[in-house]
């Protein structure tokens, strides 16, 4: 009978370690809430983005809400969008300018968080991944970015902190 106890001694032990384990590596995720300024000259951008010459990014995050909010500087034309998504997985769809646009924040991926996005416009299909991650001790946001399909483009960009969070 002490082998008995001894094994379910352990079994408690060992399932109380891994849940308290789990525990704390759930609250562990990056908090990626801040006013972020591009840093152009360290970012990689493709041909097709090289326009950009600034930007700011205001992010509210409050795990699992996540709230994106761009402006990006050009010569001609700011761009500016605004993205809210849950970070459990679900989709997201919404119709713009001809297009549907079904996204998903599928969630964590260690910790970097990943966007996903699938456009349809007609017969042509782009697929669009963002993956964010803090990085240099979480003062700057690296924000990589690939688009495939209709138009094909690779880009790093990087922030700067500019508020405290």
């Not at 009978?1 to 408690?12: E, K």
């Not at 970015?145 to 902190?161: L, P, S, T, Y």
């Amino acid at each position: 009978m002490g082998d008995g106890t001894a094994t379910i001694r352990f079994c408690v032990v060992t399932t109380t370690i891994l849940a308290v384990a789990g525990i704390v590596a759930a609250q562990k995720k990056p908090d990626f809430s801040g006013e972020w300024t591009l840093d152009r000259r360290a970012s990689v951008l493709s041909p097709a983005a090289s326009g950009v010459q600034g930007g700011v990014v205001v992010i509210q995050h409050h795990e699992p809400q996540f709230h994106y909010k761009a402006t990006l500087q050009t010569q001609t034309t700011p761009i500016e969008y605004e993205l809210q998504f849950v970070s459990d997985g679900n989709q997201v769809v919404s119709t713009q300018a001809g297009a549907t646009t079904t996204t998903s924040l599928r969630g964590w991926d260690g910790e970097a968080l990943v966007l996903s996005s699938l456009m349809q416009r007609g017969a042509a299909d782009t697929s669009i991944r963002f993956r964010y991650k803090l990085i240099d001790s979480g003062r700057r946001l690296r924000a990589t970015e690939k688009i495939r399909g209709a138009r094909e483009q690779d880009n790093v960009w990087i922030f700067e902190q500019a508020t405290v969070r």
